[in-house]
């Protein structure tokens, strides 16, 4: 059989993170060649690619306003449009919805419809595109969110996107930057359930997370900060620091996240993707917080070999299964 071609295309950063030599020597034993793909080249030329796997959000964040950008991406949608065979992992509409919350936040309040007998949710939300602060203030109890309030950028990538702020008061709301969205905080005890899909398969690793908060407004000034620095393994700040009295709360139930990664994989039509999820200390609930694309995949072991059984799944079903559902038209969440 002719040697597979699995071409991948991702930032420095995440190439020299995820090891990729060392997932390029797995991959050869198994008769499947990985070439880096160089974006600032003619693909066509480096082809030709029986699957790629790719994280371009950079290069489309920043297509946005940079024409060296919108070039690569150019290069990439046109080798793309014009090699129909080759299975993009994941299709690039998949991926692209998922850099802006606006359109990931109205995914995970669908989502919670399709699995309320679940117990699952996500919290209430508002997409920030004014900064009238009555018409917020009204907003935020017209759609009954509840302080303390999390703020985030509306742009879910790259190192701005992971400055956010917790917000107290009605007063607070002023120091929210535009567009963001608004998302009730809930109460978990300082721990995040980070689940990694990759293809069929996935696996949960506990990360620390931001600590309990009384509920309700209170008059304290906003607190910034990173969510690299609250949710990496290694993350330990005076943020997520949880008082012994706090009861550890039991993992989410297996059967239920397994429902939850179903809907979301037929919903999103994409293979490669990370869900952070929270228990609700009140409710018990399971709570949906946030999607990421093609995750680092820190802690699971298994992301390797399951990769390359996805890939080889992939060559294997060529041709047989359906494309994926392209982003589905989602109802229209209240912008301010
Ligand atoms: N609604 C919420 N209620 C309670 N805590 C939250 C909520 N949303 C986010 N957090 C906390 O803030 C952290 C970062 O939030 P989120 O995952 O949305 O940011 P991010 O920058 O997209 O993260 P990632 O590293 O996954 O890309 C979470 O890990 C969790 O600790
Ligand atoms: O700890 P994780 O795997 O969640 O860290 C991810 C993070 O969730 C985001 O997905 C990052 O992507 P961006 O938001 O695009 O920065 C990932 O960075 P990357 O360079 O690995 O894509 C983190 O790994
Ligand atoms: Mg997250």
Do not use: W
């Amino acid at each position: 059989m002719a040697k597979r071609r699995v071409g991948f295309c991702l930032s420095d950063k995440k190439r020299k993170r995820m090891n990729l030599t060392a997932f390029a020597d797995l991959c050869g034993h198994r008769g499947i060649e990985v070439v880096e793909i160089d974006l600032c080249r003619p693909m066509a030329s480096q082809g030709p690619f029986d699957v790629i796997v790719h994280k371009l959000s950079d290069v489309i964040v920043e297509a946005e306003h940079d024409s060296q950008s919108q070039h690569l991406l150019a290069n990439f949608q046109e080798y793309v449009s014009t090699h129909p065979d080759t299975v993009l992992l994941d299709p690039l509409p998949a991926m692209t919805q998922l850099l802006d919350r606006f359109a990931s936040y109205r995914i995970m309040n669908k989502l919670q419809n399709s699995l309320r007998d679940r117990c699952v949710c996500s919290p209430p939300y508002l997409e920030i595109n004014t900064s009238d602060q009555s018409a917020i203030r009204e907003a935020v109890e017209r759609k009954q969110l509840t302080y303390p309030l999390i703020c985030k950028t509306r742009v879910a990538h790259g190192s701005r996107s992971h400055e956010m702020s917790l917000i107290f008061s009605p007063a607070g709301l002023s120091d929210a930057r535009l567009p963001c969205v608004l998302q009730s905080f809930v109460n978990h005890g300082a721990v995040l359930h980070k689940v990694f899909v990759v293809g069929e398969a996935h696996f949960t690793v506990e990360r620390p997370s931001l600590k309990n908060f009384p509920l309700g407004p209170c008059d304290r000034k906003t607190i910034f900060f990173n969510s690299h620095e609250v949710s990496k393994p290694e993350s330990c700040s005076h943020l997520t620091a949880l008082d012994e009295k706090t009861p550890r709360l039991p993992p989410p139930s297996e059967d239920v996240m397994v429902a939850l990664v179903r809907e979301l994989r037929a919903e999103l039509g994409m293979a490669l993707f990370g869900v952070d999820v929270i228990v609700n200390i009140d409710t018990r609930t399971l709570t949906i917080i946030d999607i990421n694309i093609f995750p680092g995949y820190e802690g699971v072991p298994q992301f390797f070999s399951s990769l390359l059984s996805h890939i080889e799944s992939v060559l294997e079903h060529r041709g047989t299964v359906p494309p994926p559902r392209s982003p589905a038209a989602l109802p229209h969440q209240a912008v301010l």
